[in-house]
């Protein structure tokens, strides 16, 4: 338990009263302690987790598809986003509806408000371990605040309980009886007075159950783990947050939960963890560190990447901080500057550890990241770590390089203290890598020395993980170690490829970790044996094969534009090399405006995720000269890149005629949410339009800094009602007064004031309001209703159920549409019944939304409502019932939604696919290769199959690789391929 000795607790005169009270008050105190500090990597300095916490944002869908963690997997699932908003769509639904880019996102704050059911998915490194520690030692302390300010009494206290998902897995039992006895074995303080106050918690739901990394137990018991857990929440009530990674998660462990993705960082996240770091961690004499390291991202965009992984950034300020480097362009060379710097300089050991030594440390460890690799683990036992390290000590010469050191010697050594292998948690004797990339740069080193130990051996044992997904980033890192890559491309291009050109885009991503231009006669070490001229000749073949590769790849993305596995290939060959940037910028001209609108649309989106400077210049340009959409759709992109150059563009774009731009410039300002960026949005708030103010206040709202709350407080009387109730809502209007006369505003006789009285208390929020709002369901004005129902569904409260469900027979259509959402966000099933009368609703909006509600409950007899609805004649309803059936997940689901990918309607396709994405089985992969040719090639079937390729590449299943022969060719692609064979 991590403690500091600085803490000093003030003793309340009232703990001195209740022996009980005590006891509670020092087990809440003591979960504080446990959770609220971390232990910074490089220096060991025990540091608050409040200090460097970041506010993080969710998906409140799942957006995020990938089956591989990569450094490309959330670009991916981005650029198949964007498929969904494009400009086509923005054009079919009106310039102001918003379908510019997704808005389903929420901070962290809000997100856990809205439901008593939690799933937390997000990739290795992105916080969500951190976030429930955090979560924990924040309960804990404003319970016990609360007690001692006699807020609350014993009876009511909230006990927040954190506990390892792989523990709960292994523990013999019920969980009613499992869980004191782990929370026993970490808090040993007063246990057995504790245990009974504990046990009664539980049975009234009166604890927030914690519970962690579900990709931890074994796949063969996580249905067995989830009818346990399900079964006690069934008896008793507990709130619960779970987390998992994405990859590997597949779907309804808990029943009725909402599954929330952890959103990588944005650059202004990016930029305020460096600002928190360089002012909290770093002391330093050397001013302007976070400054420079800013500008040093904001010039290597290939780096964003890792800074969008909070761990990630964590080591790269960590890096940056030593002072005497700066930070590489390439990716391969970070790792192996932190592997460095782990095993060398921030080694407790450095001061007594050789060079040479150091060296042998990163062999061993190279050859343990293989040999795991190749076993498909990045989660290892001691035992096996013992053995393994045991194995490659059995060559004596190694052993002297080590030492002489024990097998139990180097583990301990090499997980110690600043170790690059690290326990799962203080509890666990399990170990990771540092970081999953870190062990794929591992790999990459071992099969580097392969290469130049043998040549011929070496690529050939490269050449045996082609077709393993899992491989595709140690094998591009590899091609960045190599001083020359060209052995490793010829060999990824002499290969017979597949139909999604897997080895073509694998050769692109090798490239993408590469100098841009190779100069081989100056790499000493590989050509000191060669003949000047055939180094010359391997120059003139590398300079003429990779600029084939890149030109291959541009035109299958321009044939899919939207596919996520080939546009983060364009992302990452884009911020390397200067080639495709080229490309992008030759399309993005004013005579290509109108030909291809959502080809536009998806260049611009591009360029936003490369983000370079060059990539700001060109879409500035297309922000001053493009039509309204190519302009909007620009600004959207400036926004996420977030920079000084960006910045200051978008500031001028409050100015453009169109309204539209005007409204996503403001929505774009309130992502950069900088003090400079309020001000522009400051402007925005007095536009002559109403749409563009409305914006310039939810992104303020959406800031929520205390400067952009007070520039809304200015307008609580602005003469426009909707900038009126967003400024209510951001200014947390908690006076008891106020509430009392909003709520007694409810029974005015005059409508027009009831209306008001709804839509600031909607927006209020707070449980005071939203009780006052239940009543006014059955309000005689319609306005009236449809505020307290749009409360009622952002508060999801499982306590409003009654009222909620006659909503759904309300004579106006917004009322019945919001009493679903609110049903389905709650996700109980007391409300199956009402639903699936519902489902016949004569408006199609209500009865997508009560689909929706189907598949958030999640229950299988929600399947005979919604299998019928995906024939019925509006595409929203198909789309929706679509997109439910993938949620819950069955065998009848499945049968059910493949013919919906042959629906007339590209979204309900897209709907179907996504949904098959998550449930399908390998006979479902079977069975879309039956299809016909025609569909395959459609981008969103494409796409499901390759996933469903990917996540079944594992099993070796005899129909991958997808060869084309196994489909009647079609179209120019497999062409493509043919040309690169050398």
């Known amino acids: 338990m991590i403690s500091n000795s600085s803490i000093n607790t003030e003793e309340s005169p009232e703990r001195g009263l209740d022996p009980q009270f005590n006891l509670v008050c020092q087990f809440l105190e003591d979960i504080e302690e446990h959770f609220k500090y971390k232990i910074l990597l490089h220096s060991r300095q025990i540091i608050s987790r409040k200090t460097l916490y970041i506010p993080i944002h969710f998906t409140l869908e799942r957006n995020y598809r990938h089956e591989i963690e990569t450094f490309w997997g959330y670009g991916e699932s981005e650029a198949q986003l964007k498929d969904t908003y494009t400009i086509k769509s923005r054009e079919a639904h009106g310039k102001n509806d918003g379908f510019a880019q997704p808005k389903h996102r929420i901070l962290w704050e809000d997100g856990k408000k809205q439901h008593h059911k939690l799933m937390i998915l997000a990739d290795p490194g992105m916080g969500k371990s951190a976030l429930l520690r955090r979560e924990a030692a924040l309960i804990a302390s404003e319970e016990k605040q609360k007690l001692l300010a006699g807020d609350i009494t014993l009876d009511e206290a909230i006990f927040p309980i954190f506990i390892r998902l792989a523990d709960l897995d292994e523990a013999r039992g019920e969980i009613i009886d499992i869980i004191p006895k782990l929370v026993g074995k970490i808090y040993h303080k007063n246990w057995l007075e504790i245990e009974p106050i504990l046990l009664d918690k539980l049975r009234q739901g009166k604890c927030i159950l914690l519970f962690n990394a579900l990709d931890e137990v074994p796949k063969e018991r996580r249905n067995q783990l989830a009818d346990k857990i399900n079964g006690f929440l069934d008896n008793y009530p507990c709130p619960i947050i779970c987390t998992s990674r994405i990859v590997g998660y597949g779907g309804a462990f808990i029943k009725g939960a909402k599954e929330l993705e952890i959103v990588p960082f944005s650059q202004p996240q990016i930029e305020a963890f460096i600002q928190k770091w360089f002012a909290e961690v770093v002391v330093s004499e050397h001013g302007g560190l976070a400054e420079g390291l800013i500008e040093e991202l904001r010039q290597k965009p290939q780096l964003r990447g890792l800074a969008q992984n909070p761990r990630l950034l964590y080591l790269l300020c960590t890096l940056y901080g030593e002072k005497e480097i700066t930070i590489p362009a390439r990716r391969c060379e970070i790792y192996a500057k932190t592997v460095d710097y782990l095993l060398g300089k921030w080694s407790v050991k450095s001061e007594s550890q050789s060079p040479e030594y150091i060296q042998a440390k990163i062999r061993l460890l190279s050859d343990l990241a293989y040999r795991f690799t190749c076993q498909g683990k990045d989660i290892f036992d001691p035992d096996e770590l013992i053995y393994q390290i045991g194995e490659y000590l059995k060559d004596d010469s190694v052993k002297s390089q080590l030492n002489n050191a024990t097998p139990e010697a180097l583990l301990s050594e090499l997980s110690g203290e600043n170790g690059i292998l690290h326990k799962l948690a203080k509890e666990s004797e399990r170990y990771v890598f540092i970081h999953r990339f870190t062990q794929d740069y591992l790999t990459a080193c071992y099969l580097k020395q392969a290469i130049a130990e043998n040549l011929e051996e070496g690529i050939a044992l490269a050449k045996e993980h082609f077709w393993e997904y899992d491989w595709h980033q140690p094998l591009s890192l590899l091609a960045g170690l190599m001083e ?30 590469c100098e841009e231009n190779v100069n081989l006669s100056e790499k000493g070490e590989n050509t000191e044996n060669l003949k000047s001229d055939n180094v010359t000749k391997n120059e003139e073949h590398l300079h003429r094969l990779i600029p084939e590769i890149i030109d291959h790849i541009y035109k299958l993305w321009q044939a899919y534009p939207f596919v996520g596995f080939i546009a983060s290939t364009v992302v990452a060959l884009g911020q390397a090399n200067s080639q495709m940037l080229q490309q992008l910028e030759t399309e993005l001209s004013e005579k290509r405006y109108y030909t291809r609108k959502d080809f536009i649309a998806a260049v611009i989106a591009i360029l936003g995720q490369i983000g370079s400077p060059q990539a700001v210049e060109t879409l500035i340009k297309a922000l001053n000269e493009g039509p309204w959409y190519v302009r909007a759709e620009s600004a959207a992109a400036l926004g996420r890149i977030g920079t000084t150059q960006a910045f200051n563009a978008l500031i001028k774009a409050l100015n453009d005629d169109d309204n539209s731009v005007r409204g996503e410039v403001a929505e774009a300002l309130g992502k950069i949410g900088t003090p400079e960026a309020i001000k522009g949005l400051v402007i925005a708030l007095h536009d002559d339009d109403s749409y563009v103010r409305g914006e310039a206040a939810v992104a303020l709202a959406k800031i929520g800094t205390a400067e952009a709350s007070h520039e809304l407080i200015k307008v609580l009387n602005h ?71 749009e409360a009622l569904m952002r508060a999801s409260d499982p306590q409003t159920i009654n009222a909620l469900i006659p909503a759904l027979c309300d004579r106006d259509r917004i009322v019945r549409a919001d009493a679903a959402q609110a049903l389905g966000r709650i996700g109980s099933p007391q409300a199956l019944n009402a639903l699936s009368e519902a489902i016949h609703d004569e408006d199609s909006e209500v009865k997508k939304y009560v689909a929706e509600a189907l598949g958030e409950i999640g229950t299988l007899k929600a399947l005979d409502i ?117």
């Open 484 to 513: 020359n890559p060209l052995p490793l491309l010829e060999a990824i291009t002499r290969e017979k490829d597949d139909i999604f050109s897997t080895l073509l885009l694998l050769a692109g991503q090798a490239i993408a970790e």
């Open 719 to 789: 003469p426009d009602k909707f900038v009126r109730w967003e400024a209510t809502a951001a200014c947390h209007i908690t006076s008891p007064s106020v509430l009392r006369s909003l709520i007694n505003a409810l029974n005015h006789y005059d409508r027009n004031i009831r209306e008001e009285a709804a839509m600031v208390l909607g927006r209020i929020g707070t449980s005071v309001a939203l009780k006052a709002l239940v009543p006014a369901l059955r309000d005689n004005d319609r306005i009236v209703r449809e505020e307290a129902a």
């Open 866 to 982: 919604l299998i019928p609805a995906l024939q019925d004649r509006n595409s929203e309803v198909r789309g929706a019932a679509a997109t439910a059936l993938g949620k819950i997940g069955s065998e009848r689901g499945v049968n059910a939604l493949i013919p919906s990918l042959q629906d007339q309607n590209w979204l309900v396709r897209d709907k179907a696919a996504v949904a098959l994405s998550r449930i399908g089985t390998k006979e479902t992969f079977e069975k879309l290769l039956q299809l016909p040719k025609q569909y395959i090639y459609r981008p969103e079937i494409y796409s499901l199959i390759r996933t469903l390729a990917v996540r079944f590449s594992r099993e070796k299943i005899p129909l991958i690789p997808v060869y084309p022969e196994l489909i009647e060719p079609f179209g120019f692609i497999h062409q493509l391929w043919r040309k690169l064979v050398v």
